[in-house]
């Protein structure tokens, strides 16, 4: 499996490790987490990563429309974040996003079941 810390060109998309320009430009501010970002043409289509928080590793993609014309790459990818949170040997957690028509799909085809439901 290649790791996440290299460079991964797919297609005109890059993912590469998020630097603090990368994450600014994508937020706004600087989040303090572990992620990836994936680049197109010089901007950021999307960020993914996690951060350990309370004896748990929390899971996150922030993807807009850009990055969703690549439904392949978005899973291979996925699976390669979702590997390297598993490897802290912690209980990983995400969250459905009910604004995102199919994210428990998407989630659940990444390995994830539903554990607790929030209103």
């Not at 430009?25 to 010089?42: L, M, S, T």
């Not at 289509?45 to 922030?62: E, H, I, L, T």
């Not at 439904?71 to 390669?80: A, E, Q, T």
């Amino acid at each position: 499996m290649a790791n996440l810390d290299t460079r991964t060109l797919l297609a005109a998309m890059i993912i590469r490790d998020a630097d603090s320009a990368a994450l600014r430009q994508f937020y706004g501010y600087v989040p303090r987490c572990r992620a990836w970002v994936a680049e197109e043409d010089g901007r950021i289509v999307a960020v993914a990563g996690y951060k350990v928080q309370n004896g748990a590793v929390r899971v996150f993609a922030d993807l807009n429309d850009e990055i969703r014309r690549h439904p392949v790459k978005m899973v291979r990818c996925g699976r390669k974040l979702m590997a390297e949170a598993r490897a802290k040997h912690m209980p990983v957690y995400v969250e459905v996003d009910k604004y995102v028509p199919r994210s428990r799909e998407f989630l659940e085809h990444l390995g994830f079941r539903e554990w607790q439901t929030h209103q």
